[in-house]
């Protein structure tokens, strides 16, 4: 069995989908691994370092591709790349079905099995394959630390002889993964924090993390079976602006991690509201890249309204990508794992399996 990736265009994606320490459990489960020439250098480990552990490096991703049973990559290669696919053989990643839907017909008209990790199911036997949650996860922290660089004040309460500096407010906008990673480096560092989400199952999770939940009074659950945030209705949406109105007034911080997966971001935040806030004032909308919670969110824009500091990247995870791409090589090996057939090594698609049935795409 060979198992392939090619390199990702960096100046988009610098997140890889074997780190060397994946190198060696695939070639210790028999596996043939093959990568492109300078697959991963950008985070210190260069080609030689895989070719040690019994990789082999090609030159283009015509070479890197062809013979491959199963090649994995962060997102859908570019149609170029694409057309070097062949009948059978089954490709791996972040395939974003909803935008791509052109070039994933294509690859489905040409018999290749496409998997897109996003639509796993959320159950218990999925839980080490869930790029989702481990990306999140690593999204939430790293949006705190951010805005935090651009808050030009200090976050913990500080006494001193000179006086006391009062802790910075955090307000998080949706308490999903992302959401309890942002509230628990939040509160590590000294920050109060406050936190709202249309799933009134968060409150407790919110609370065991030392943070404090706005809730919407007489709100319903907008929690879908599947454990994701579904779409409010316009009285909520009219309460819960409402809230927040007065909430963001005292808040110095706000991180915004509200996502409806497949759709465009709900804008939570509103332009009135962010005039009401105290200048100096920072937002990191994690939701940026799929039009953003805030009115104003622009996508790699640092967007100044009234001393107020609104922010968010196409992909924040860039900023630290050898720990995303740790993480996400450890899922993807956990999907491929589930996908092999060990006695008869080779893949198994059993349609059966939950797992492999969610995320192929028909």
Do not use: W
Not at 154 to 163: D, E, L, S
């Amino acid at each position: 069995m060979k198992i392939a990736s090619a390199s990702e265009n960096i100046n988009i994606e610098k997140r890889v989908a074997i780190t060397p320490e994946i190198a060696k459990k695939y070639i210790s489960l028999g596996f043939e691994v093959k990568i492109q020439n300078n697959y991963a250098s950008h985070l210190g480990f260069d080609d030689n370092l895989y070719k040690e552990l019994g990789v082999t490096v090609d030159q283009d991703v015509s070479g890197v591709y062809e013979n491959a049973n199963i090649i994995v990559q962060l997102n859908l290669p570019s149609a170029e790349n694409l057309s070097q696919l062949k009948e059978n053989q089954s490709i791996i990643g972040v395939l974003d079905p909803y935008t791509n839907k052109e070039n994933i017909s294509e690859l489905i008209k040409k018999k290749i099995n496409s998997f897109s990790l996003e639509l796993l199911p959320r159950i218990t036997r999925a839980q080490s394959m869930d790029i989702l949650s481990s990306q999140a996860n690593l999204a939430g922290y790293k949006a705190v630390i951010e805005s935090f660089s651009h808050f030009e004040k200090a976050i913990p309460m500080m006494m001193t002889a000179a006086g006391t500096i009062p802790a910075a407010k955090v307000l998080i906008v949706g308490a999903g993964v992302a959401g309890l990673q942002a509230i628990a480096t939040a509160k590590r560092t000294g920050a109060i924090v406050f936190a709202t989400d249309v799933r009134s199952s968060s409150k407790e999770q919110v609370e065991s993390l030392g943070g404090k939940f706005l809730s919407v009074e007489g709100a319903e659950n907008l929690e879908t079976e599947g454990g994701y945030a579904k779409e409010a209705s316009d009285d909520f949406k009219k309460r819960q602006e409402e809230l927040l109105a007065e909430t963001l007034k005292k808040i110095d911080i706000v991180i915004c991690t509200a996502l409806i997966p497949g759709k465009k971001a709900p804008i939570i935040i509103k332009e009135e509201m962010i005039k009401n806030m105290s200048s100096g004032s920072v937002i990191y909308d994690l939701a940026a890249v799929q039009g953003g919670n805030t009115a104003l969110t622009q996508v790699d824009k640092v967007i100044v309204k009234n001393g107020v500091k609104i922010m968010g990247e196409t992909n924040i995870l860039n900023r630290l990508p050898t720990s995303a791409s740790n993480l996400y090589a450890k899922n993807i090996f956990n999907f491929v794992l589930n996908l092999y057939d060990k006695e008869n090594k080779k893949i198994n698609i059993n349609l059966e399996d939950e797992i492999i049935q969610k995320t192929l795409i028909k």
